[in-house]
């Protein structure tokens, strides 16, 4: 079967956070949780620019093939004062030696590893309700500061 319909995206905004100091919890063998907060961070766009409130957290699940799943809440704030509530779920992963760059901090070329994120918003506020009816993907890329991402909505 011939897929006639390609994926067209356009771009919601770029977002870049600050993330602390992960904290341990631990797991079962295979696989370690570590937890840290987000205390804030930048988005720009076309259609929605601001910044990131303070207060998200940054959940990340430490697989046993190398790959980290992650689990993050954060709220955005409009130029505009509206507030967005933004969930994402995605995965990182790459060489061994990239990986362990990437842990110690270091700079690394995003080109060198997988970074994608799936995004979900929620909002009442009218200007923006229609985040809440979109499905975004974001491509990132981890920085010494955090993360950076890119993220699309599908159309």
Same mark, same amino acid.
């Given at each position: 079967?011939?897929?006639?319909?390609?994926?067209?995206?356009?771009?919601?905004?770029?977002?870049?956070?600050?993330?602390?100091?992960?904290?341990?919890?631990?797991?079962?063998?295979?696989?370690?949780?570590?937890?840290?907060?987000?205390?804030?961070?930048?988005?720009?766009?076309?259609?929605?620019?601001?910044?990131?409130?303070?207060?998200?957290?940054?959940?990340?699940?430490?697989?046993?093939?190398?790959?980290?799943?992650?689990?993050?809440?954060?709220?955005?704030?409009?130029?505009?004062?509206?507030?967005?509530?933004?969930?994402?779920?995605? *995965?990182?992963?790459?060489?061994?030696?990239?990986?362990?760059?990437?842990?110690?901090?270091?700079?690394?070329?995003?080109?060198?590893?997988?970074?994608?994120?799936?995004?979900?918003?929620?909002?009442?506020?009218?200007?923006?309700?229609?985040?809440?009816? *979109?499905?975004?993907?974001? *491509?990132?890329?981890?920085?010494?500061?955090?993360?950076?991402?890119?993220?699309?909505?599908?159309?």
């Amino acid at each position: 079967m011939t897929n006639t319909m390609p994926i067209r995206s356009r771009r919601l905004f770029a977002m870049q956070l600050s993330v602390n100091a992960f904290r341990m919890i631990g797991g079962p063998e295979g696989s370690t949780l570590r937890i840290a907060d987000v205390p804030g961070g930048t988005f720009t766009g076309e259609r929605l620019q601001g910044i990131v409130l303070p207060n998200g957290t940054d959940w990340q699940t430490l697989r046993g093939d190398g790959a980290v799943m992650l689990d993050a809440r954060v709220v955005l704030k409009t130029h505009d004062d509206a507030l967005i509530a933004m969930t994402y779920r995605g *995965i990182r992963h790459g060489p061994p030696e990239v990986m362990a760059r990437l842990t110690r901090g270091e700079h690394v070329d995003g080109e060198s590893y997988y970074f994608r994120i799936t995004p979900v918003f929620q909002t009442s506020d009218p200007r923006y309700e229609w985040l809440n009816r *979109i499905v975004a993907v974001g *491509i990132g890329e981890r920085l010494p500061e955090g993360p950076r991402y890119d993220v699309y909505e599908i159309l």
